[in-house]
């Protein structure tokens, strides 16, 4: 069974950062898809970050030039980047792995809450 542990989440000022860290169980970068998805309160889970099966990154419109996904492979960590927070950042963020065939994640961290708030 992966697990997946986030950590690296709290309370930021706007236009704060953050990074979030994803440390995997074991080696499986080779194998999913990492990513961040993040859900508020009302609202579906939404596709942050994400690493593409040829090994680019795609991001959601909403975070483009601010969230930036990385990973060491080396130790099985998966980061995420967070500058020019806003309020409307504010969500649990999780961390995934995805199956290179299948559109919704297998494994999901336990999430860590983030909010941008003065």
């Known amino acids: 069974q992966v697990q997946l542990v986030e950590s690296g989440g709290g309370l930021v000022q706007p236009g704060g950062s953050l990074r979030l860290s994803c440390a995997a169980s074991e080696n499986i970068f080779s194998i999913f898809v990492m990513g961040w998805y993040r859900q508020t309160p009302g609202k579906q889970r939404e596709l942050v970050a994400t690493f593409t099966s040829g090994g680019s990154t795609d991001y959601a419109d909403s975070v483009k030039g601010r969230f930036t996904i990385s990973r060491d492979n080396a130790k099985n960590t998966v980061w995420l980047q967070m500058n020019s927070l806003k309020p409307e950042d504010t969500a649990v963020y999780y961390c995934?792995?995805?199956?290179?065939?299948?559109?919704?994640?297998?494994?999901w961290g336990q999430g860590t809450q983030v909010t941008v708030s003065s």
């Open positions: 995934t792995a995805t199956f290179p065939w299948k559109e919704l994640p297998t494994y």
